[in-house]
């Protein structure tokens, strides 16, 4: 029986390469639904080819052009960002692969894990800005969440048939990405353009830019903190430039596991729609004479201070993970728009958590009214900086 997917972004980085996962797997997975937010010719273009039951595209004003261009598929259209939230209640779905940018991927994975979804995740934001409500939901409601990122999925392969409670410590591998080494006079005069360039992945911008500036890791810092229920010093970060190793996990007799393999994210994203099982697939294989020398370093907390900020914001928890990520989507969005410069980002993340204020245990609204507050000042900061 086909495995019904609903892919929330389908027309970005991760939703693409799922679609390919797909593509090559028609007998094991169905799109049954594909949601974007602006970009309706490729949805229209996915759906034509994929045939799903349902499509929606998050700007409303596109709805009647998608609805027009697929009339007569037997596809039905709808349109809003209130749409996209609710679709993953629906029962015929078997899995939400929540591939949404930043804090737009929370309202998904509140809903799907109150339905009981098996939710594979590609958006971390969710679970770095209200880990604890989800979490509680998903064992509340016997939901299921499987990591789509490298990483994660890593420590979620090593950890299949191990006792939690055996973990000393794990390793998130970092590429380290376009400006590995670099010091801090070079950083300041960096471009758009070159922060774009990332050696080993390809990726949307927004989470490009996070692995350049390091904050990409210091979400995933947070992200497994919640997915894996550990605590700071229990996890750790390794520059391995590489990527081969996608992240270790290192248990309390000494030894250690790694998950290997060549970046490719269609690894990760088909290892989560198929499991507990594994699919056969023809994705190109790791050859350790292609590889003679992996190297490892510790990241450089100096010049690439997101990450040290990321952990900071962790420790202190309560709505603290949630003013740094609002703060650093409004950040991105500046220096992509070239109205502040580089080192000026993680400038930007400091000023808010030092002035938003803190809420130890924030309800459900607290979430929403922080990431609306903090998205306010930052933007007054990157007005002052600009």
């Not at 490009?208 to 995933?220: F, P, R, V, W």
Request: hydrophobic share 40%; with cysteine; glycine share 6%.
């Amino acid at each position: 029986m086909q495995k019904r997917i609903a892919i929330l972004g389908s027309t970005g980085s991760i939703g693409t390469q799922t679609l390919d996962v797909i593509r090559k797997n028609p007998e094991i997975y169905r799109a049954e639904i594909l949601t974007a937010n602006s970009n309706k010719n490729l949805l229209i273009e996915q759906a034509i080819e994929f045939r799903p039951g349902t499509v929606i595209i998050g700007a409303e004003e596109s709805y009647e052009s998608v609805k027009s261009a697929l009339s007569g598929y037997g596809i039905d259209v709808f349109a809003g960002i209130e749409a996209i939230n609710e679709i993953v209640k629906t029962d015929y779905i078997d899995i939400v692969l929540v591939a949404l940018v930043g804090f737009s991927g929370l309202m998904p994975v509140i809903n799907a894990a109150e339905a009981g979804k098996t939710i594979a995740l590609a958006n971390k934001e969710c679970l770095v800005v209200a880990g604890e409500l989800v979490t509680a939901l998903v064992k509340k409601n016997s939901s299921v969440i499987i990591p789509v990122d490298s990483e994660h999925s890593a420590i979620f392969q090593c950890l299949s048939g191990e006792n939690p409670k055996t973990i000393e410590k794990i390793y998130l591998t970092a590429s380290g990405g376009p400006f590995f080494g670099k010091d801090r006079h070079f950083l300041s005069t960096i471009t758009k353009e070159q922060a774009l360039r990332h050696p080993n992945w390809s990726m949307g911008k927004k989470i490009t830019i996070d692995s350049a500036t390091m904050m990409n890791k210091g979400l995933e810092v947070i992200e497994a903190h919640w997915l894996f229920d550990l605590q700071s010093d229990q996890i750790d970060v390794v520059i391995h430039p590489q990527s081969i190793i996608h992240s270790m996990v290192q248990f309390i007799d000494g030894s250690m596991k790694a998950q290997m393999g060549l970046p490719d994210m269609r690894v990760p994203i088909q290892y989560a729609l198929s499991y507990p099982g594994r699919v056969k697939s023809e994705f190109n294989r790791f050859n350790f004479t292609n590889y003679p020398e992996l190297t490892f370093c510790k990241p450089d907390s100096n010049n690439f201070s997101n990450l040290a900020l990321a952990y900071r914001a962790m420790e202190k928890g309560g709505n603290m993970p949630c003013i740094l990520n609002a703060a650093n989507e409004i950040a991105v969005e500046a220096f992509l728009q070239d109205q502040i410069k580089f080192l000026q980002i993680p400038e930007i993340i400091e000023q808010s958590m030092d002035s938003i204020g803190y809420i130890l245990n924030p309800s459900f609204e607290d979430y929403f009214l922080t990431h609306a507050e903090t998205k306010k000042f930052a933007l007054k900061v990157v007005a002052k900086l600009g």
